[in-house]
């Protein structure tokens, strides 16, 4: 419920101050759900155009994503288009390391960075990365690193 006051909040402050939704973050980008997801992707993925959604609509969304069966399919739906993002031909049911830690940097991080910056990350150790790709890939690589628990969460 906290996560509707949050997103009730930076609605007030965009209406309050006049701010602009696609320079500031704003309501849109507020994660919500069992697994965190930004209101806005589900718009774009839904084929709305998210600097335009009503206060309403953000709410509609919101509630949406607090049902565990629309949100997981949202989430799978994101991952999918963000691995083939970069890997247009990819067989997203079998995943190399580097697309597991590449889809899960995404996921944190976006598409506005280069994917040669994320693979440069990725195949550095850790001692060699600088403070900012380590920020890069270290969601993706928290990911990767707990496949065996996810499968298990899934095969049950």
Not at 52 to 59: A, E, H, I, K, N
Not at 71 to 86: E, G, P, Q
Not at 132 to 151: C, F, P, T
Request: with cysteine.
């Amino acid at each position: 419920m906290w996560k509707l006051n949050t997103i009730a909040m930076r609605q007030w402050n965009e209406q309050a101050f006049n701010i602009n939704k696609t320079r500031h973050k704003g309501s849109n980008e507020t994660s919500t759900g069992i697994v965190a997801m930004q209101i806005r992707h589900v718009a774009d993925m839904m084929g709305f155009d998210s600097n335009t959604l009503t206060t309403r609509d953000q709410l509609e969304i919101a509630t949406c994503l607090q049902l565990d069966e629309f949100n997981i399919k949202m989430v799978a739906r994101h991952l999918k288009d963000l691995i083939l993002y970069d890997y247009p031909n990819a067989d997203t049911s079998n995943l190399t390391k580097e697309q597991y830690i590449m889809v899960g940097s995404r996921y944190n991080r976006g598409i506005t960075r280069k994917k040669d910056n994320f693979i440069k990350a990725i195949y550095k150790s850790k001692g060699q990365r600088t403070l900012a790709e380590d920020e890069w890939v270290s969601y993706g690589e928290a990911v990767y690193n707990r496949l065996d628990h996810i499968d298990n969460l899934l095969n049950r």
